[in-house]
C-alpha cells in the first residue's frame, strides 16, 4: 500500500523522528481497529501484539520496531523490536524487546507510537543489540530508554540517510489500562535499582 508522506511530515515524524518516509504502509492490526498513519487508539485497544504484514523479499532480513517519541524524561521509548526477520514472516525473528503496548502519561496528551521495517545488511548478533552511543542492550530497560529509531537504523542499514522499507503509526492518550501498564514498569525499575 502507498504512503501518505504528508501524515508523516504534518505529525512531525519526518524529519524528527526519521529521515524519510516509508517505502510502503506496514498493515498494523489489533483486535479491534489498526493503525491507520496517525489516527488515534486507546490503549486499551493495543495492550495485545498487533499483526503485522508488509511488502517483503522472502530472501532478505529486516528489523521491525517500535517507538514512542513523546516519552517523557527521554527522547524516544522502544516498544517493541524484532530483528533477523525472514521475509515478513514475524515467527522467524528475534524478538530482542518484547512488545509492550502504548502508555502515555495522564496528562500528557497524545503521544505517537510509530513502527518501521528497515533493511538489514546482515543477520544480527547479541553485539548488534546494543544501542548505539550507550553500552545498555536493547533487551533491557535501561536500552529501551536510550533507544533512538534513526540511529539503530544507521547502525543496522549501514545507510546515513535510512529509508524505512514499511512503517505505519497511531496516536493515543491516558486511558485506565496505562495503570496496568505503569504499575509493569515500575516493577521492572525495582529490580534494576536492586541489582
Avoid: C
Avoid at 114 to 137: H, K, M
Avoid at 151 to 159: L, M, N, Q, S, V
Amino acid at each position: 500500500a502507498s504512503v501518505s508522506a504528508d501524515n508523516y511530515v504534518d505529525k512531525k515524524v519526518v524529519p524528527n523522528v526519521f529521515p524519510n518516509s516509508p517505502q510502503q504502509t506496514l498493515s498494523v492490526e489489533y483486535e479491534e481497529s489498526g493503525a491507520k498513519e496517525g489516527n488515534e487508539l486507546t490503549p486499551t485497544q493495543v495492550h495485545y501484539t498487533p499483526r503485522v504484514k508488509w511488502e517483503a523479499d522472502e530472501g532478505l532480513l529486516y528489523t521491525l520496531m517500535m517507538t514512542d517519541p513523546d516519552a517523557p524524561l527521554v527522547s524516544e521509548f522502544l516498544h517493541w523490536l524484532v530483528v533477523n526477520v525472514r521475509g515478513s514472516d514475524l515467527s522467524t525473528g528475534k524478538v530482542v524487546a518484547s512488545y509492550m503496548g502504548a502508555g502515555p502519561p495522564e496528562g500528557h496528551g497524545h503521544h505517537r507510537y510509530i513502527f518501521t521495517v528497515w533493511n538489514q545488511t546482515r543477520s544480527l548478533t547479541p553485539e548488534d543489540y546494543v544501542v548505539p552511543g550507550e553500552t545498555a542492550s536493547a533487551t533491557s530497560l535501561v536500552g529501551r530508554l536510550m533507544f533512538k529509531t534513526v540511529d539503530y537504523a544507521r547502525k543496522i542499514t549501514g545507510d546515513p540517510n535510512p529509508t524505512p522499507v514499511a512503517g505505519n503509526f497511531f496516536v493515543a492518550a491516558y486511558d485506565d489500562y496505562v495503570k496496568t501498564l505503569q504499575r509493569h514498569f515500575e516493577m521492572l525499575m525495582r529490580q534494576i535499582n536492586e541489582e
